[in-house]
């Protein structure tokens, strides 16, 4: 039985930089907080990420794209609109988030992972704009094997970051990446779904994806001026079918 039933999903919050650098990363630098995706056409009526089309462009202020042919099986329509305003007389920026669409299948299972992973996508969003932006960025994403795709997949990650366990959000930490090599980094996000990891010149981040029947993930949002994007999908993936035994 269908279950195809309309979403929405709504955030709003502060950020010390102004509006039109939250403009830039949302438009053209989705790379160093999200996954690096083709500019929107800037005009109303112009071609948006995987096919969409924008539907609001009012620079820096208002955004929206908008799919009716989303390509992913379990939604038909997809809306990503952004609302940015000054505050503090243009030093700060408030911005009002709402994905919207239908989910055409496990509902709920589909509205509880788009929710957790807003929140997680939108503080990274955070972090790149307040401590990177607008650096470029070399990205890297990988996934774990199938045995990363359970629910105890992110502590598993964490033991093998050497992450303690009461580690909070807000933390220093010394950890241990691929190949054993050591990381200082600051341990920006932490909840059972996610781990964020902030480095003097990346962002590392882990996608508890088994919650939700997918395998673990990575991804790497490098910001150093010699970053190589291929070498970091390499190592992190070696560093993956490790902890989950595949060689």
Do not use: C
């Not at 109303?44 to 390509?71: I, L, Q």
């Not at 243009?90 to 929140?119: E, L, M, P």
């Amino acid at each position: 039985m269908s279950q195809e039933k309309e979403f929405e999903i709504v955030r709003e919050f502060e950020v010390d930089v102004p509006p039109e650098k939250v403009w830039e990363a949302v438009t053209t630098g989705t790379g160093g907080y999200l996954w690096p995706m083709e500019p929107p056409e800037p005009r109303v009526g112009g071609a948006g990420p995987f096919g969409s089309t924008v539907t609001a462009w009012d620079p820096p202020r208002h955004y929206t794209s908008r799919s009716e042919d989303v390509p992913f099986p379990t939604q038909s329509l997809n809306q990503l609109d952004y609302t940015i305003e000054p505050r503090d007389e243009g030093r700060r920026a408030w911005v009002r988030y709402v994905h919207s669409g239908i989910f055409t299948d496990d509902w709920n299972n589909q509205y509880d992972g788009a929710s957790k992973h807003t929140n997680f996508y939108l503080h990274t969003l955070r972090e790149y704009l307040t401590h990177f932006a607008p650096a470029p960025v070399a990205f890297a994403q990988v996934n774990g094997p199938a045995a990363s795709a359970t629910a105890g997949g992110l502590a598993a990650a964490a033991k093998a970051l050497g992450l303690a366990d009461d580690a909070a959000a807000g933390a220093e930490v010394g950890v241990q990446g691929p190949a054993g090599r050591p990381m200082d980094a600051v341990l920006d996000y932490r909840s059972p779904y996610f781990i964020g990891l902030r480095t003097s010149g990346a962002l590392v981040r882990f996608f508890g994806r088994g919650h939700w029947g997918a395998p673990l993930g990575v991804s790497v949002h490098d910001f150093a001026p010699d970053a190589d994007a291929r070498a970091n999908e390499t190592a992190w993936q070696d560093w993956l079918n490790g902890v989950f035994g595949r060689s």
